[in-house]
Structure formats: C-alpha cells, structure tokens
C-alpha cells in the first residue's frame, strides 16, 4: 500500500492564480481530511469528508473548495490564491467503523507559497 | 474550535535519558487521544492512542499516560534516541464526533 499520496510536493502560485492540490488513499479508508499548517504552529483543519459525496467544513475552510467522488480521491481547490494561503497542506485519511473516526494517516505535505 | 495546548514549546534531552512530553487538554467532552511524531519535512507519524476509558497505555519504548481529572497527557519516551528528535503533537477528538483537534507541538531535540 502507498498510504496517502499527495501531489505536487511543492508549487509557487501568484496572487489570484488557482489550483488544486491532489490527495488520494488506497487504504479505503471512508474519512479524509485536509489541514494547513502555519510555521511553528499546529494542524488546523481545512475541510473533511466521511464518504464518497459528503463534505463538511473545517475550521478554516474560507478560499478553499473540495469534492469527493470516489473513496480514493479528496482533492482541495484553491480559487483566487492569496498569501494568507502560503502554508504546507496535509491530507490524511482514516476508516471510521461508524462509531467515531480512529487514528489519521497522513501524506507527506504540500508546501505552497503565494506570492 | 478546540484548543489543545502544550505545556513546553522545545525539550533537550541526552540521549538514553527518558523523556516526558505534555498536553493540556480544555474539553473534558474530548474520549479520544492521540500522539504523533513530525520530522522536518514529513507528514506527522501516529506514535500512540488512548481512549478516555484508559490511564495508561504502552507501546514500545512510549508510554502515554491520561489524567481526565486535571484534563492532562503525556507522552513518555524511554531510552531516548537522536532518532526521536522531532515535533510531538497530541490530537483530541470530542465525543466521537469527526474531527481531530490539535495543540501546537513540543520540539524534541536529543543531544548525542
């Protein structure tokens, strides 16, 4: 098993420029969840998924837009690119039995500077 | 959201010495915990879990103690190695709800 894959692992953007950051699992895991993380700070959730269709937001979910078609995939939209974006970006995934989610997997990052 | 929050920012420890790493948690809601490991330039790694029906939990060379009373965490690591050098996170997760909430992180240097 891969795990989690994440794509690209670095990318320059200009202000008002968009793209979408790629996450896919082959665990089948059922969650998937995407977080920011701040230099010296912790992860802040971004926006999550409990199935194939089903998105809810995080706590930051503003500039930020996500779909889940399949179980495998959860990529994450960002349109019009600002430099309060500038952070590294996880995604991870977990299987939730339905009684509450277990522990995450996460990928290896992307580190996305806005300029 | 949640705050998790961390008693000490940076911990220096000798290598072969035990070390102790804290969180402090604000909702006694929150029944699920977990620690994870993040070296630089990597994804965060699981380390450990408990449930809040647990004190105590062992792994190899961790341990993860939880004291619900005063709403405290901690992560023990025996015998540490320059390898355990990284930035420790824990996670709460409240009432089994979806989301994960994390605390800031405590930077782990080993000294060979």
């Known amino acids: 098993n891969a795990g989690v894959t994440q794509t690209p692992k670095f990318r320059i953007l200009k202000i008002g420029q968009s793209m979408t950051l790629q996450c896919a699992q082959d665990m089948n895991h059922n969650y998937m969840y995407w977080y920011r993380q701040d230099p010296g700070m912790g992860l802040k959730l971004i926006y999550y998924?409990?199935?194939?269709?089903?998105?809810d937001k995080g706590e930051v979910p503003n500039g930020y837009n996500v779909s889940r078609s399949t179980t495998e995939d959860f990529p994450l939209r960002l349109e019009l690119a600002a430099p309060s974006q500038t952070s590294v970006y996880f995604c991870?995934?977990?299987?939730?039995?339905?009684?509450?989610?277990?522990?995450?997997?996460f990928g290896s990052g992307t580190q996305l500077s806005v300029l | 959201g949640e705050s998790v929050g961390l008693h000490l920012p940076t911990l220096s420890v000798q290598e072969g010495d035990n070390s102790i790493i804290n969180c402090a948690y604000s909702n006694s809601a929150s029944d699920y915990f977990i620690w994870y490991k993040q070296e630089s330039g990597k994804g965060p790694q699981f380390i450990i879990d408990?449930?809040?029906?647990?004190d105590k939990r062992q792994g190899q060379r961790v341990t993860v103690l939880l004291n619900k009373t005063v709403k405290h965490l901690s992560l023990q690591i025996a015998a540490t190695q320059p390898g355990d050098s990284a930035v420790y996170f824990c996670a709460e997760n409240i009432n089994t709800g979806n989301q994960f909430y994390f605390g800031t992180g405590t930077s782990l240097t080993v000294i060979p």
């Open positions: 408990i449930r809040s029906n647990m």
């Open positions: 991870a995934s977990s299987y939730s039995p339905g009684t509450g989610v277990e522990k995450l997997f």
């Open positions: 998924s409990v199935g194939a269709g089903i998105t």
